[in-house]
């Protein structure tokens, strides 16, 4: 008898004490959780590394972990569009939030062809910029939406839970002033190159402007190509950023004609912090 209730009570602890399952869609995003959560919940990613998150299919690993999962934090990227009502079906009870809700969205930037395309034909095909987490100013946002949802599934912990995002928030606003002092001396609108549009909130908040080569998963066409080398010219470009997770053959052939140098970035990087400061230096060419 004893040895049956003694069972039972490592049952119940275990179910009481069992920690949150959150899932999160790209590694920023775990970082983001784990600056609040700590060791206090699991969390489980779905693009992983070196993956883009425009065309990612989950592992059936990955799966299982949803329909054990307590919620998913979305964060409005392409490969959401195609999976989370998959997931949804997965498991009945999974809550899902996207914390960038409450982010203000800006256009998808449009590359130089694009431009002169519209302007000739008046016709605009722009969506929403997904690459909210580019922006310290959104992640604050972010953080407060991601503590929120803690707070609910996990009302025990909220103490640990806010001072863990006093602090991230401290952390945030230290970036934030990091890459402003990097970047004082550069000219308002100053104008940065980038193969893959995933810059535009960071240029946003920075007072900059980003050039993009590939809009839409395009390649520029030859003519396109003569273009663009020609912009990084006049506009005085020193540097073009590719993504290690998209092929950068065409960056490196303008990089070449142009005289710039290539250097590859992503936003995808989990050290979102040094990741932006990283950035801020690689402009600012300090």
């Not at 990955?62 to 959401?80: L, N, T």
């Not at 950068?248 to 303008?254: G, P, V, Y």
């Amino acid at each position: 008898m004893k040895k049956i209730l003694f069972v039972l009570l490592v049952v119940l602890n275990a179910t009481v004490y069992a920690k949150p399952m959150v899932i999160v869609s790209i590694l920023p995003q775990k970082t983001f959780v784990e600056k609040i959560a700590k060791e206090k919940v699991d969390v489980t990613l779905m693009v992983k590394p070196g993956n883009s998150p425009h065309s990612y299919e989950p592992k059936s690993s990955q799966m299982i972990s949803i329909s054990k999962a307590d919620v998913y934090f979305s964060i409005g990227i392409e490969f959401e569009k195609t999976w989370l009502d998959r997931f949804k079906s997965q498991n009945k009870k999974l809550r899902f939030v996207n914390i960038s809700d409450s982010v203000a969205k800006i256009a998808m930037t449009e590359s130089h062809n694009e431009q002169v395309h519209h302007h000739e034909t008046g016709h605009h095909h722009k969506g929403v910029d997904p690459h909210t987490w580019t922006s310290p100013k959104n992640v604050k946002i972010m953080a407060k939406s991601i503590y929120r949802i803690l707070v609910q599934i996990d009302p025990t912990n909220e103490k640990f839970y806010k001072s863990n995002l006093d602090d991230f928030i401290k952390e945030i606003e230290e970036t934030d002033n990091k890459i402003k002092y990097t970047l004082q001396d550069i000219k308002v609108n100053s104008k940065f190159m980038v193969f893959h549009p995933s810059w535009g909130y960071f240029a946003n908040e920075y007072n900059l402007t980003q050039i993009a080569v590939e809009v839409e998963g395009k390649k520029p066409k030859a003519k396109e190509m003569i273009m663009i080398i020609n912009e990084a010219r006049e506009e005085n470009v020193k540097v073009i950023f590719t993504q290690p997770e998209f092929s950068d053959k065409s960056a490196q052939i303008i990089a070449k004609e142009a005289n710039v140098s290539v250097k590859k970035i992503s936003p995808l990087n989990p050290d979102w912090s040094k990741n932006l400061i990283n950035m801020a230096k690689a402009i600012a060419n300090k």
